[in-house]
C-alpha cells in the first residue's frame, strides 16, 4: 500500500507526529519544524487518525475536511500529510509503528509528541511497548511542562530518557526518548473548536 505523500523513499531519518488534527493548527507546525532541526530530520509525517480510541467520536469534523486543512496548514517541503491510518484500517499507535517499520524497513522513525500527549501517554494501548520499539522526542507545550514529566509514563521511562544534548542522535538509536522544552506555541485544538463556528 502507497503512502499518500509525495518524495518518500527509504534510508530517511523521519519524526512521526500522529493526532487527531481536529483542527491543525501553528503548534503542530512549531513543534515539527523544531524537530526537523533539534533532531535532525529529514521529514516530518502528520498521521491524521480517523479516530482515536480515547476520544469522544462526536467531538470530530469530517475526516476529509481534518486531513485537507493539516495539509494548508502543514505546506512545507519538509513535512508530508498521511491518511495512512484510515486507508490501512489502523487504529492504535502500536500498531501503525509495527506498520510503518514493516513497509519501511530502512527508514529511521522517531516519534513525536507534545508534552500535553506525554501526560497522558500511559492511558495508550501498549504504551511501554511503543517506547521499546522507536525513540521519542517529547515537544514542550505550554503549562504542560512540569505535569508531562512528573506523569506515570515519565516516571516510569525514566532511565531511557536521554540529555537533551544527545538530541541529533536519537534518530539512531533503538529506542529513548528526549525532551525539548524551547517550543512554546499556545494554540491548542480544544480552544479553537469552542471559540470557531467552523469547527
Avoid: C
Avoid at 5 to 15: C, E, I, M, Q
Avoid at 23 to 38: D, K, T, Y
Avoid at 181 to 197: E, L
Wanted: proline letters at 6%; a neutral charge.
Amino acid at each position: 500500500m502507497q503512502i499518500a505523500t509525495k518524495g518518500l523513499v527509504n534510508g530517511l531519518k523521519v519524526g512521526l507526529l500522529g493526532g487527531s488534527f481536529n483542527p491543525a493548527h501553528a503548534g503542530h507546525l512549531e513543534i515539527s519544524l523544531a524537530a526537523l532541526h533539534r533532531l535532525g530530520l529529514d521529514q516530518v509525517w502528520w498521521l491524521v487518525t480517523p479516530g482515536n480510541p480515547l476520544k469522544d467520536p462526536d467531538d470530530y469534523a469530517d475526516y476529509d475536511r481534518r486531513i485537507a486543512h493539516a495539509r494548508d496548514i502543514g505546506d512545507h517541503p519538509q513535512l508530508h500529510v498521511s491518511d495512512i491510518e484510515r486507508r490501512a484500517g489502523l487504529v492504535f499507535t502500536i500498531d501503525t509503528i509495527a506498520y510503518l517499520k514493516q513497509h519501511f524497513s530502512d527508514t529511521a522513525f522517531v516519534w513525536l509528541m507534545g508534552a500535553d500527549s506525554l501526560a497522558g501517554f500511559h492511558r495508550w494501548r501498549d504504551w511501554q511497548e511503543i517506547a521499546k520499539s522507536l525513540p521519542m522526542a517529547i515537544l514542550n507545550r505550554p503549562g504542560y511542562g512540569i505535569k508531562a514529566m512528573a506523569s506515570p509514563a515519565a516516571r516510569s521511562l525514566a532511565r531511557m530518557r536521554v540529555p537533551e544534548s544527545m538530541a541529533t542522535s536519537l534518530a539512531d538509536q533503538p529506542h529513548g526518548w528526549v525532551f525539548l522544552p524551547q517550543t512554546a506555541n499556545n494554540q491548542s485544538a480544544t480552544a479553537i473548536r469552542a471559540t470557531s463556528p467552523d469547527w
